[in-house]
């Protein structure tokens, strides 16, 4: 799933990273003016940059060696029906892209984006996507972006 959405700014793209990956470590990614001729949202990853990628074993400094190789491929504790395996995040000034490689294995893929103070405290106001999900203080929520398997467009 490749997902592109009309928010502008560096503090989106950065609460998407932070929000994702809930980790200690700093995100990097690449950015441009316009990606949109470079990131063409069609399904298919060519046009993204190692840097992108969430899950890595690089940094900007060794980004020759950059491999996406960091999430296995077989550590879904449901089977690899149901296994992401990248996640990818960067943005233009006018749009914040987000792929996401892997399976749902009939099931749905929620990514939650939070770029300000405030947001959801839990899931239970989302009425299609309501679930019994409790949000720290660390992590509220601005947006849900979902999608169900089979679902051509994703829901914000």
Known sequence: MVWQASRAGRSAALGVALAVLCSGTAAEARSA???STTLVVDGVLSGWDPLDAVFRTCSTA???SCS???EPADDSA???RQELLQILVTWDAARLYVAVTGSLGGHA?????DHRSGGLEDMSSVESWRRALHFGPELRPDLVLALREGQAVPEL
């Not at 893929?109 to 984006?113: E, N």
């Open 33 to 35: 003016a316009d990606l």
């Open 62 to 64: 060794v980004v020759d």
């Open 68 to 70: 996406a190789e960091e």
């Open 78 to 80: 449901w089977s690899s």
């Open 109 to 113: 893929l929620l990514v939650f984006l």
